[in-house]
């Protein structure tokens, strides 16, 4: 019996949670990739992209607003969590940004407004440059373009001592990650606790988040994929692409610190297109949970614009 509920604890199966969207997969790249869906499929697209130690489910409370409001979303798994497939290679910025390219593809679109968190913003700023034709905007909070992030973590690293300690914790090699007694639910909920605040830390939407993100880290064979992604952050892109401005409208959410100033200035310097840049409402960066109507309503007015 024991085994039975440790395996079932195990399963993708447990982020497939009931709600007003829908449960679907696509085939791209070789690999089955689930996505919670929403809205009319005429509509506009909006791919909320998570970061590395979330999944589809950190949206889940922006889905229904955001389909209220006249678009099309869809929340993905990205490959090696969740629900979607685990392939044992393909854990890069590369793949990832092509990833996001067939998704908007196979969910029968041309383009879609790309809203990345944390490594989800790592890729959105990624597959701008890659495929501008697929993106039609770009909502960034929690990262700038990763080689902008190498740049701004070496010119002001006193800004930067937690990414920096990620960067150093995660560049431990694969195989020897689990050696090295890292815990992956420890520096998840350390993550969470940092970019919320304390009034959200004493509520039950903290508690149940907690329990289901410690839940879906701990999905077979999720370790390799959630080490690699957490590289995204100051990850290397093809050598073409490292320069590449973004000519798409691109909204920054971002707090009112001097880190976030600095880094919405490096990110404004890539650009050549619309560049916006709005404080998070609440305060706090994982706004989708803390304040997840009013995140819905600045995904939508910057969506609408476009």
Not at 2 to 25: C, D, F, K, M, Q
Not at 126 to 145: K, Q
Request: with cysteine; charged share 20%.
């Amino acid at each position: 019996m024991a085994t039975t509920v440790a395996s079932i604890e195990r399963s993708p199966n447990i982020v497939a949670l009931e709600g007003p969207y829908s449960h679907e997969h696509v085939f791209v790249r070789g690999v089955r990739l689930h996505l919670a869906t929403a809205g009319s499929p005429t509509d506009p697209l909006v791919l909320l992209i998570h970061g590395a130690f979330g999944g589809w489910y950190d949206y889940r409370e922006v889905i229904a607003p955001l389909a209220a409001a006249g678009f099309h979303v869809a929340a993905i798994d990205l490959r090696g969590y969740g629900m979607s497939d685990k392939p044992p290679a393909g854990y890069d910025l590369r793949h990832a940004a092509g990833d996001i390219s067939s998704v908007i593809a196979a969910l029968g679109h041309d383009d879609a407004v790309l809203v990345g968190s944390d490594t989800g913003a790592s890729i959105g700023w990624v597959s701008a440059t890659m495929y501008p034709e697929r993106v039609r905007g770009l909502v960034s909070l929690g990262a700038i373009h990763p080689s902008d992030m190498r740049r701004a973590m070496l010119l002001k690293p006193y800004l930067f001592m937690p990414d920096m300690a990620r960067r150093m914790v995660f560049g431990v090699p694969t195989p020897l990650h689990r050696l090295a007694g890292i815990s992956i639910p420890r520096a998840a909920q350390l993550e969470i606790t940092r970019n919320t605040s304390v009034s959200f830390q004493r509520s039950n939407a903290f508690r149940e988040i907690v329990k289901l993100r410690k839940k879906a880290l701990g999905i077979d064979h999720t370790r390799g994929p959630i080490v690699r992604s957490n590289r995204f952050l100051t990850g290397t892109v093809p050598a073409k692409y490292t320069k590449t401005t973004v000519s798409v409208p691109v909204l920054i959410l971002k707090l009112n610190t001097q880190r976030w100033e600095y880094l919405a200035r490096l990110a404004h310097s890539r650009c050549h297109g619309k560049f916006h840049s709005l404080a998070i409402p609440g305060g706090f960066e994982l706004p989708y949970w803390e304040k997840p109507t009013e995140f819905a309503h600045s995904i939508a007015e910057f969506a609408r614009a476009l």
